[in-house]
């Protein structure tokens, strides 16, 4: 059973920094695609950062770019997103993803970021 656990959510004040982890437990075959989405209320869940397992190309929401860094070690099954210069509109729930090369994904539960005017 493969299991993604998130941890950092928070707190914050606008202009602050929050940092992101995403590590999966159990067994896991190749993966393809590291990435976070996020989930404002009312809103549909969003790509916020990808990364590819191989070849650092990474990709970013155009409302995160230059704020946002996503990074991953692929040792660990773990990836990161770095938030810096958070703004109000960048409270969501944020959630990581692993894309397989199988075609299969596996999602985490969720972590609420609150960024507080």
């Known amino acids: 059973q493969v299991q993604l656990v998130e941890s950092g959510g928070g707190l914050v004040q606008a202009g602050g920094s929050l940092r992101l982890s995403c590590a999966a437990s159990?067994?896991?075959?190749?993966?393809?695609?590291m990435g976070w989405y996020r989930q404002a209320p009312g809103k549909q869940r969003e790509l916020v950062a990808t990364?590819?397992?191989?070849?650092?190309?990474?990709q970013y929401a155009d409302s995160v770019k230059g704020r946002f860094t996503i990074s991953r070690d692929n040792a660990k099954n773990t990836v990161y997103l770095q938030m810096n210069s958070l703004k109000p509109e960048d409270s969501a729930v944020y959630y990581c993803?692993?894309?397989?090369?199988?075609?299969?994904?596996?999602w985490g539960q969720g972590t609420q970021v609150t960024v507080s005017s």
């Open positions: 993803r692993f894309r397989m090369v199988a075609g299969n994904s596996y």
């Open positions: 990364t590819i397992t191989t070849g650092g190309i990474t």
């Open positions: 159990g067994s896991l075959n190749s993966i393809n695609t």
